[in-house]
């Protein structure tokens, strides 16, 4: 899983700069909470958060060594995940968050998927990215090519077959 966390951590900070951004890995010293003595307790760090020009978090991207369920409607993505992405966007303040996975399946393994979810929490609507990148690929610039299309885009079309997978990467 440290691996996989890498490989995005270095391929965003690769892509990042053509889009404005500047990629942070494993970015600490924010926490969600405090004692009350001002001293931070449950640190926050996320895998990759994208920073603008004005220092603002754009995209968080938490990277997760596990399979999806496509057959369910959640994807099999555990609450635990959802929450911990929604509070990185909370706590930074970024609308936008990715759970980015490998994609090693006959489906879609070489192409890769995209789904979009939408939560409203406090009055605040916030776009919860699952990207699958394709491992299965012949060369690794199909995931680049994802990566870079989500940062630049936030948000790629809904792909909920392989031909539409297919056609994100042409």
Known sequence: SRL??????????WISPAAGLVS????RGTFTCSRGDG????ELIPDVRLIDDRGKTALIVDTKWKSLDMRKRHLGISREDIYQVLTYGSRFNCADVVLLYPDVTNETGKTGYYQKFESILGGRKYLVHVLKIPLLAPTLMVARDLLRKLITEKG???TNSVAQASALIT
Do not use: H, I, R
């Open 24 to 27: 942070k890995a494993q970015d």
């Open 4 to 13: 996989f966390e890498q490989f995005v951590a270095k391929e965003l900070s």
């Open 39 to 42: 001293k931070g307790v449950f």
């Open 156 to 158: 790629l079309p809904v």
